[in-house]
């Protein structure tokens, strides 16, 4: 069986940080590049970040990039998103994916990844 989980999400006040994790059973991360996307309350899903098979190649939308950092542990099979600086804007629930791939490059299309966590939420208070 293949399952993703994230963890991490919680209430913080703006200007404050979370780190959330995704941990992976049934599947080696080395094989596959990851992503987080996050929905907020009334919006359509959207791109967060992306990183490569090797870790070397990361990506970030402009509207985190800067605050946020990805991160991936081989030894854990494990992988980070760190969210520094948060706004409300950032309120949303957080999904982290798996795209099986032999590319070292990234992807941001949702379309392309294969596997999907259940979601956790992130809430950022004024």
């Known amino acids: 069986q293949v399952q993703l989980e994230e963890s991490g999400g919680g209430l913080v006040q703006a200007g404050g940080s979370l780190r959330l994790s995704c941990a992976a059973s049934?599947?080696?991360?080395?094989?596959?590049?990851m992503g987080w996307f996050r929905q907020a309350p009334g919006k359509e899903r959207e791109f967060v970040a992306a990183i490569s098979l090797s870790g070397e190649i990361t990506y970030y939308a402009g509207s985190v990039k800067g605050r946020f950092t990805i991160s991936r542990d081989g030894a854990k099979n494990t992988v980070a998103l760190q969210m520094n600086s948060l706004k409300p804007e950032d309120t949303a629930v957080y999904y982290c994916a798996a795209d099986r791939t032999f590319l070292v490059g990234i992807t941001q299309n949702p379309y392309d990844y294969d596997y999907w966590g259940q979601g956790t939420q992130v809430t950022v208070s004024s």
């Open positions: 049934g599947l080696n991360l080395s094989s596959y590049r």
